[in-house]
Structures are given as C-alpha cells and as structure tokens.
C-alpha cells in the first residue's frame, strides 16, 4: 500500500470515529437513557412495584411535594450539568428560547418526555402537578 493510501485510509477512520462519537454526545438510545436515569437516580429511588405504590398513595393523600425537592432530588443531575444538551439550570438565555413554543409545550414534553429528556425527568411517582412544580422551580431561577 501506497503512503498516500494508508494516510486516506485514517483520514477516512478518523473522521467515521468522530462522527461516531459527536453523534453519541447529542442522541442517547432508549436503552442508553434508562442506564442514565438508573445511574442518578438516588439511592433507593429505584424500588420496587409496592414501594411505588406506596409512594403513590402518598403523593395522592398528602400534598403536592414542592418543586425544589423534586429537582434536587430528580432532576439537577442533569439540569445543572447540562447532560445531553439539557437546558441548564439558571441559563436565562436557554429556557427564553425552549419557552417560544409556550409553556404548556415545555410541560408537555417533560411528562412525555422529549429526546434526551426522560419522561417526568425520571420521577415516575410525580403527579403532573409535581413535575410543573419542579418546571416553574427551574424556571424561576433561570431568569
Ligand atoms: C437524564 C437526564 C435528565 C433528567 C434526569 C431530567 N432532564 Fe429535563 N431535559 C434533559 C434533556 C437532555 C433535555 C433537552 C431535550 C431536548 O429538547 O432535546 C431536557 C429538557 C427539559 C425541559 C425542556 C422541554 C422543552 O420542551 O424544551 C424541561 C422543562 C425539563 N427538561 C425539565 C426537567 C425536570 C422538571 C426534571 C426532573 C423532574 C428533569 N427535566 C430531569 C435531560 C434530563
């Protein structure tokens, strides 16, 4: 082989590994997204089916958990890391931009889940409410 054709030859590797990589960094599978969650989730936070039940009950008889626990406990890992391209906590100029499309939108897609962004932002006992309350937490700090 040719000098000419073993430098072509990494020229082209390189640049398939890097695309390879960049890629990784902006899309997570769904099985990738679940070891994430799994992995930040607080010890103990992954439990079993009566634990969530139980959990639950809870949440629907007492009040509505506040929204900064609920981000603390489940949603700063990544918010305030910026993990996937998460939008970062007090990053004004991010969350202006996310809001254009309205705010119930940007709900929406938090109980739905969007890309990166899983379902409920992993807190699977939250009531809708509890996750807003979590959301406008983000935001008022993100002004
Ligand atoms: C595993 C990491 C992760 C966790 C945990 C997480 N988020 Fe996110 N979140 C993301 C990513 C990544 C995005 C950007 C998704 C996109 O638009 O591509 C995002 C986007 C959002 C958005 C913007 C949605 C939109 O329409 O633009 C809101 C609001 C949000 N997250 C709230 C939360 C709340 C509240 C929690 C906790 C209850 C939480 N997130 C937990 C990763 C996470």
Not at 131 to 142: C, G
């Amino acid at each position: 082989m040719s000098h000419l054709r073993i430098f072509a030859l990494i020229t082209i590797s390189c640049a398939m590994l890097w695309g390879c990589s960049a890629k990784q960094n902006q899309e997570l599978t769904a099985a990738q997204e679940q070891a994430v969650a799994e992995r930040i989730a607080p010890a103990g936070h992954v439990v079993k089916a009566g634990q969530v039940v139980a959990a639950v009950a809870v949440s629907a008889g007492g009040s509505a958990r506040a929204g900064d626990a609920i981000y603390n406990r489940n949603c700063m890992a990544c918010h305030n890391s910026g993990v996937a391209g998460a939008p970062m906590f007090g990053d004004a100029g991010a969350w202006t931009a996310r809001l254009e499309k309205g705010i119930e939108t940007v709900y929406t897609n938090a109980i739905n889940g969007i890309n990166g962004m899983p379902a409920r932002g992993t807190c699977m006992d939250c009531s809708d409410e509890e996750v807003i309350a979590a959301i406008d937490y983000l935001l008022d700090n993100s002004k």
